[in-house]
């Protein structure tokens, strides 16, 4: 499997840059709403005696706005856009033959961003020859806006992928969302929802 990710990410993910199209999303049972756009692309990619490690890079746009009576963006409540760099770094397990390891936040230009010591645990990886395919899983909570210069305790997992699409490279995010009780260490899936995020090459 090393081998085989290790090559699809050489041949079809390195250094296309692709681009999520704006997209919104609610917050605090409708109160709040973000809109959210980014480009991405993957660099840095190297490989160890079992494992392999990379960077991903997104310039976003992204802005949580309160939701006026008429159903309207209001007052901006906070400002997500800028630079990030996330770092992947992946193992074979030689108890399982899996491949497992982490991803989290390097650096980023977002002021007050809410990734600072987040950890996200990857694994069910999947390689094919057109797609590559993995879960990621929260590591204890990060903080969301909650409106009035408030914040709430919430957890994100997610499914990712890429894939093969025309010959042009496609990112896939599905996130699950979950409200966070940092007293008791419990989640439950929040009334609020998030949209899918699909990235295109350009």
Same mark, same amino acid.
């Given at each position: 499997?090393?081998?085989?990710?290790?090559?699809?990410?050489?041949?079809?993910?390195?250094?296309?840059?692709?681009?999520?199209? !704006?997209?919104? =999303?609610?917050?605090?049972?409708?109160?709040?709403?973000?809109?959210?756009?980014?480009?991405?692309?993957?660099?840095?990619?190297?490989?160890?005696?079992?494992?392999?490690?990379?960077?991903?890079?997104?310039?976003?746009?992204?802005?949580?706005?309160?939701?006026?009576?008429?159903?309207?963006?209001?007052?901006?409540?906070?400002?997500?856009?800028?630079?990030?760099?996330?770092?992947?770094?992946?193992?074979?397990?030689?108890?399982?033959?899996?491949?497992?390891?982490?991803?989290?936040?390097?650096?980023?230009?977002?002021?007050?961003?809410?990734?600072?010591?987040?950890?996200?645990?990857?694994?069910?990886?999947?390689?094919?020859?057109?797609?590559?395919?993995?879960?990621?899983?929260?590591?204890?909570?990060?903080?969301?806006? !909650?409106?009035?210069?408030? =914040?709430?305790?919430?957890?994100?997992? !997610?499914? !990712?992928?890429?894939?093969?699409?025309?010959?042009?490279?496609?990112?896939?995010?599905?996130?699950?969302?979950?409200?966070?009780?940092?007293?008791?260490?419990?989640?439950?899936?929040?009334?609020?929802?998030?949209?899918?995020?699909?990235?295109?090459?350009?």
């Amino acid at each position: 499997m090393q081998k085989k990710l290790h090559d699809f990410i050489r041949e079809h993910v390195l250094g296309k840059v692709m681009q999520t199209p !704006a997209l919104s =999303y609610d917050l605090e049972k409708g109160g709040l709403r973000g809109i959210y756009s980014d480009r991405m692309l993957f660099s840095d990619l190297s490989e160890t005696e079992d494992g392999i490690q990379f960077h991903m890079t997104t310039v976003t746009t992204e802005k949580v706005y309160e939701v006026s009576p008429d159903g309207s963006e209001g007052l901006l409540q906070k400002d997500f856009t800028g630079t990030s760099v996330y770092r992947y770094e992946l193992a074979i397990r030689k108890s399982s033959g899996e491949m497992t390891g982490f991803m989290h936040l390097l650096s980023s230009t977002v002021a007050g961003h809410t990734m600072e010591a987040v950890v996200y645990g990857v694994y069910n990886i999947f390689v094919s020859e057109d797609e590559v395919s993995w879960r990621e899983e929260q590591l204890l909570y990060r903080d969301m806006p !909650a409106g009035d210069g408030r =914040y709430r305790a919430v957890a994100f997992d !997610a499914t !990712a992928r890429w894939y093969l699409e025309k010959g042009k490279l496609r990112f896939e995010y599905i996130p699950s969302y979950y409200d966070y009780n940092p007293e008791t260490r419990t989640r439950k899936l929040s009334a609020d929802k998030y949209p899918p995020f699909v990235s295109k090459e350009l």
